[in-house]
């Protein structure tokens, strides 16, 4: 049966945040004549402490760490303020009715919900919770516990939506059934405790709600 409720990541699932700030630490690594590593940046999606591995690849002691971020942070959110919301999105928004809708996020509220509404979308939530609502960001499950308590729901009654493997690692340590739903910055990844990899939230909508369900779902149709 389809979930009662839907939690989503928000950095590379709704947004595709992860690919403007790969192009902000490219600008930045090319000013000081060097190439970032692709693979690399991957693997630190999403994880706490990025920036600072991030710095740190950057000449030691020739550059200051306040200026990077100075020029990195605008360049990153000035993108970001023009971008539409990923491919998708809209269907499962429009689910609303048939299902609750959340978002789990590692980011600050600060960053989250000002885009949410800017793209229309913060009415279609029932729960937000935010890095900034709890004590540890991902792979830490506590934002998904909090929007499960919040929400008044087990977690066998959730399906969450991630694009990276640490938030893959987070849903699956709540006990909630996790789609990996990889942006172009974590496309190749590898997901271990995703019950799928999917192309776009289109196809996760159709998996949830198509007439494809029963055929292709696997455990979700249990």
């Keep these: 049966m389809p979930p009662k409720v839907i939690i989503l990541d928000f950095d590379g699932l709704i947004l595709d945040t992860e690919s403007s700030l790969r192009e902000a630490w490219r600008a930045e690594y090319a000013r000081h004549g060097l190439s970032l590593d692709e693979h690399a940046y991957r693997e630190l999606v999403g994880q706490v402490g990025a920036r600072e591995a991030l710095l740190a690849g950057l000449p030691g002691g020739a550059v200051d760490p306040a200026a990077v971020l100075a020029r990195v942070h605008p360049r990153h959110r000035d993108?970001?303020?023009?971008?539409?919301?990923?491919?998708?999105?809209?269907?499962?928004?429009?689910?609303?009715?048939?299902?609750?809708?959340?978002?789990?996020?590692?980011?600050?509220?600060?960053?989250?919900?000002?885009?949410?509404?800017?793209?229309?979308?913060?009415?279609?939530?029932?729960?937000?919770?935010?890095?900034?609502?709890?004590?540890?960001?991902?792979?830490?499950?506590?934002?998904?516990?909090?929007?499960?308590?919040?929400?008044g729901v087990a977690p066998a009654e959730a399906v969450a939506l991630e694009d990276s493997l640490v938030g893959v690692l987070a849903a699956v340590a709540a006990g909630i059934r996790c789609l990996a739903v990889p942006g172009p910055v974590t496309r190749g990844s590898a997901f271990p405790g995703a019950e799928a990899v999917l192309g776009s939230l289109a196809e996760a909508d159709q998996l949830l709600y198509g007439s494809a369900l029963a055929a292709t779902a696997g455990g979700l149709s249990d």
């Design 79 to 151: 993108t970001v303020q023009r971008m539409p919301a990923m491919p998708g999105v809209a269907a499962i928004m429009a689910r609303r009715g048939q299902v609750r809708l959340a978002v789990a996020s590692s980011s600050p509220s600060s960053w989250v919900e000002p885009q949410l509404r800017r793209l229309g979308l913060w009415e279609a939530l029932e729960v937000v919770v935010c890095r900034d609502m709890v004590t540890r960001p991902k792979p830490s499950p506590e934002v998904y516990l909090e929007a499960l308590a919040r929400l």
